[in-house]
């Protein structure tokens, strides 16, 4: 079998066969010491070996922030670096980069994990870059079911430009907020964390008018 995060939000029959041999562990461990070694034994090898069988194909929370930590890692590097402004080259190093999970749609298959954090389907990374009166946005939305982007927004603003932005927290998951930038000839929209960094860069996009 191999890891899909399908396996994660669906009937995680995996994740069950690998509780079920941790509990055949315990189990044969107590019947061992407290009854009999005959009995106990292969009824805590079978649970070693449901263990072990099951636990290379287990798809748990860390799976998933692995996953969106090494896109997010790997981002601004593979997005933005080199790429040409004007006269100007982006660099990686200038760009703060967020990510979260969001939920835009039905369809979008969502499981609170064993932390309490709610994550989804789907996931946002945004790069934020603001210095010298200008701006640079990018973001990427990924669908994790089919390992693909759905979505890329990419804007460039000046303090010459008529900048409205628009923030509104999403409902489900919480902590995720949606940004909308309206300039005379664009309009463009992403998401950004509940963070403290993230709320400076955007307010200093709004005072840059």
Do not use: W
Request: a negative charge.
């Amino acid at each position: 079998m191999k890891k899909t995060f399908d396996r994660y939000f669906g009937k995680n029959i995996v994740s069950k066969i690998y509780a079920a041999g941790i509990v055949l562990i315990a189990i044969g461990v107590v019947v061992a010491f407290a009854y009999s070694a005959f009995y106990g034994i292969p009824v805590a090898a079978l649970g070693v070996l449901l263990f072990f069988i099951t636990s290379a194909f287990k798809v748990s929370d860390s799976d998933l922030d692995e996953f969106v930590a090494k896109r997010t890692e790997e981002y601004a590097e593979q997005k933005i670096e080199g790429k040409a402004f004007g006269k100007k080259t982006l660099e990686a190093k200038d760009f703060s980069v967020f990510n979260g999970f969001f939920c835009d749609s039905n369809d979008v298959k969502f499981k609170s994990g064993r932390d309490g954090k709610v994550r989804t389907s789907r996931f946002f990374i945004t790069a934020v870059s603001v210095s010298k009166g200008e701006a640079h946005i990018f973001s990427t939305d990924y669908e994790l079911l089919s390992d693909s982007e759905i979505r890329f927004s990419e804007i460039h603003l000046s303090k010459d430009d008529e900048i409205t932005v628009k923030k509104v927290e999403s409902e489900f998951p919480r902590g995720i907020f949606a940004i909308t930038i309206n300039t005379s000839d664009n309009v463009v929209s992403f998401y950004l964390p509940d963070d403290a960094l993230a709320d400076q860069l955007i307010s200093d996009i709004e005072r840059m008018n």
